[in-house]
């Protein structure tokens, strides 16, 4: 479970994140949903111990994420599949972390197949492209086996059958029990994978609701979302 209290975070004159309230349970895809400048990338860095809040706090399974040992077996994140050594082989990316985290080695080629890459998985990864870098990212975020799961944009680069892959392992990992937090922009996609909906907007949360709520209230989760957001996109500010 991830629980956020009055989550604050400011940037100089900058509040980035605002007194934000929210609660992710285990067993649903929880869509996170906001414009460009909404603050939820910086919240997703919050909960994963990346900055410090101003005020408020950000608990995974009851507690900050700084505090929990052996991390990656508690919580999986993939943030930036860009953010890899190209010149290792997805093989030695997940084995170095495997074997700075206490995880045993087999794991890696167990995560490697489910993600598809077993076949180039003693190729650089700077040759890989966008799509491959996903799927890495995902396979490194399972790599521990943690129930709870972050997901920042992780069908970008992906051709159809990838996104709907994707969708398939979102809804997968969530009937194991397992909780899965989503963020994404494409609102069809979500309607499909996730259970639940967050909103933000400049920092705050606007809606916080089941799709079907929302789907009951407007025609698609396409309109729900740009007539609660209506207002709120701004431009130059922290995602």
């Known amino acids: ?12 004159d900058t509040l980035a994140v605002d007194d934000l309230s929210f609660t992710v349970e285990p067993g649903h895809v929880t869509g996170f949903l906001g414009p460009n400048g909404a603050g939820k990338s910086t919240t997703m860095r919050l909960i994963l111990g990346l900055d410090t ?3 408020g706090e950000a608990l995974v399974n009851g507690r900050p994420y700084t505090t929990l040992g052996r991390p990656m077996a508690q919580v999986g994140a993939l943030l930036d599949a860009g953010a890899v050594h190209g010149g290792r082989s997805a093989y030695h990316h997940l084995l170095c972390l495997a074997r700075t985290n206490d995880i045993r080695e087999r794991r890696v080629a167990e995560v490697l197949d489910l993600v598809g890459l077993t076949g180039v998985a003693r190729r650089r990864v700077g040759g890989f492209s966008l799509g491959m870098k996903q799927r ?5 975020a399972l790599l521990g086996d943690p129930r ?3 997901f920042d ?27 899965v937090l989503l963020s994404s922009h494409l609102m069809s996609e979500m309607a499909l994978t996730a259970d639940r909906i967050v909103i933000m907007g400049r920092g705050k949360l606007i809606a916080e609701a089941t799709v079907q709520e929302l789907t009951t209230r407007y025609p698609t989760l396409e309109d729900a979302y740009l007539a609660l957001t209506a207002g709120s996109v701004q431009f130059g500010a922290a995602r």
């Open 1 to 12: 479970m991830i629980r956020l209290n009055h989550l604050t975070k400011r940037y100089g």
């Open 153 to 179: 944009e992780p069908v970008n680069g992906l051709d159809p059958n990838g996104v709907r892959w994707i969708r398939d392992l979102m809804r997968s990992l969530a009937a194991e029990g397992r909780t």
């Open 53 to 55: 809040p101003t005020s």
């Open 148 to 150: 709870v799961l972050m």
């Open 136 to 140: 890495l990212g995902i396979a490194a």
